[in-house]
């Protein structure tokens, strides 16, 4: 492999600078932006630093990933609480193309409805225990067990769920875990927080691939 053959190295990273100097207004705006997203507020730098993690591995960016990863080690997170943090994101971006299998149901049958999406559609979601039953199943045991409390616990996962539920625009996770966090006692300042760090991250990740861009 040559060297020009790598797509992704550490070292690519510290070119994100020229983008600074390409865009000076809008690099500066998004680099307050992901600041303020960041910093401690109604949610502690160390929780913000989770969610991070946890949405860099749905939007698959690695300088995300080694930034806050860095980050978060940073401000006291354990490998075991990163490793929790990327399990919810697992079972929120699975849980996502999941979700969205009412829709196929829909589809598939062509009922003509005009509504595309329906929180009465999610109800449709059991018959894929009919239909798949053993998948179906094993997905509801494996998205238990990464909610459950662990080394996180129950109330912390739900807001890390209802970031990942913003940065995969699954709506019927946005649905279903907002609620969950209103039980953990999860308020909406604390939500909107949580979604902050999702745009951020999310933002972030187009932002952190012009390095790819600028080297070609």
């Known amino acids: 492999m040559t060297r020009d053959d790598s797509l992704y190295k550490r070292s690519y990273f510290s070119n994100i600078v020229q983008m600074g100097e390409l865009v000076p207004d809008a690099f500066r705006s998004f680099m307050a932006f992901d600041r303020a997203a960041l910093a401690p507020g109604r949610l502690s730098a160390k929780t913000k ?21 860095e980050g978060g080690r940073e ?8 490793g929790e943090a990327i399990v919810v994101a697992t079972a929120l971006k699975a849980g996502a193309a999941l979700a969205h299998g009412v829709n196929a149901l829909n589809a598939y ?3 003509g409805d005009d509504e595309l999406y329906r929180s009465s559609y999610f109800k449709r979601l059991a018959e894929f225990g009919i239909i798949a039953p053993d998948e179906f199943t094993a997905f509801v045991a494996f998205d238990k067990a990464a909610l459950d409390a662990g080394v996180i616990g129950r ?19 946005i649905e279903l875990h907002t609620k969950a966090a209103k ?33 070609v």
């Open 183 to 215: 039980r953990e006692g999860i308020d909406a300042a604390e939500l909107a927080e949580a979604i902050m760090v999702a745009a951020a991250l999310k933002a972030g990740s187009a932002l952190a691939h012009s390095v790819n861009a600028l080297r």
């Open 155 to 173: 109330r912390e996962k739900e807001l890390i769920a209802v970031a990942c539920a913003h940065a995969t625009g699954c709506p019927y996770c």
């Open 75 to 82: 401000k006291g997170v354990t490998k075991e609480e990163m």
């Open 49 to 69: 630093e989770l969610i991070a993690i946890a949405i860099a591995h749905i939007t698959g960016c690695p300088y995300c990933i080694e930034v806050h990863v």
């Open 109 to 111: 049958e062509g009922d």
